[in-house]
């Protein structure tokens, strides 16, 4: 079955170290997503991509890099610029960016990142 | 740009009904909804485009009113399994989409 996987599950970060978070997917959607999930803050916009070897800020993009050099992958890089990033983030995709509508999106699982 | 989500938080006995609902400040192309479990990814329910539909999913459903830039979620015969906090997602185009803050709905037997 197709769907996106994240990893790792939980990640602890020391002060001033930078971070990977991973996100793959098998379902040959193009545009992808990562989200960041506060208590009572719903989701917030990190960095999204459209296509491959293109990617866009989203509302709260600070500290926080992305690539996508491949279809199937966007990792996340948290780095040591962003200074509270203790959260659960979640990676997303979606088939086509014009074509978000009738599908919406497919979540990933998720990594808890704490902050040590 | 964020929708707002009513209410925050709903406790329910088995087989009540619920509301939840989704307003905007800007005009809509477009309302997702999805649904998540504590600890996992959040499942798409369904999505109603402008025009002013209405759809259905068991004994989930939802409206989209477009004048008034909200959407509403309908959760009849509440089941446990209904438990879980519910987002919704907003469009302001064909793309662009932002998620309210969530409502967490408890099911109790």
């Known amino acids: 079955d197709g769907g996106i996987t994240q990893s790792p599950k939980y990640l602890f970060r020391k002060e001033g170290q930078n971070v990977t978070l991973s996100c793959e997917q098998n379902?040959?959607?193009?545009?992808m997503y990562w989200y960041r999930q506060d208590p009572g803050q719903g989701l917030r916009l990190i960095y999204y991509?459209?296509?491959?070897?293109?990617?866009q800020k989203g509302d709260i993009a600070e500290g926080y890099s992305v690539s996508r050099e491949k279809k199937e992958s966007f990792p996340l890089t948290v780095t040591s610029a962003q200074k509270n990033p203790t959260a659960f983030y979640l990676c997303?995709?979606?088939?086509?960016?014009?074509?978000?509508?009738?599908?919406?999106?497919?979540f990933g699982s998720g990594t808890r990142l704490t902050v040590v | 740009q964020q929708p707002v989500q009513s209410p925050q938080a709903v406790i329910l006995r088995e087989g009540e009904d619920a509301v939840i609902n989704c307003s905007s400040s800007?005009?809509?192309?477009?309302v997702h909804w999805y649904r998540q479990k504590h600890g996992e990814a959040p499942v798409f329910l369904m999505i109603?485009?402008?025009?002013?539909e209405q759809k259905g999913h068991d004994k989930i459903s939802a409206s989209f009113n477009e004048k008034k830039q909200q959407s509403s979620l309908y959760l009849t015969a509440s089941q446990l399994s209904y438990s879980g906090t519910y987002f919704c997602?907003?469009?302001?185009?064909?793309?662009?989409?932002?998620f309210g803050a969530g409502t967490r709905l408890t099911v109790k037997p």
């Open positions: 997303a995709s979606s088939i086509s960016w014009s074509g978000t509508g009738m599908r919406g999106y497919t």
């Open positions: 379902l040959n959607h193009d545009a």
């Open positions: 991509s459209q296509i491959v070897n293109d990617f």
């Open positions: 800007k005009a809509l192309y477009s």
């Open positions: 109603l485009l402008k025009g002013g």
């Open positions: 997602g907003t469009a302001l185009n064909n793309n662009d989409m932002r």
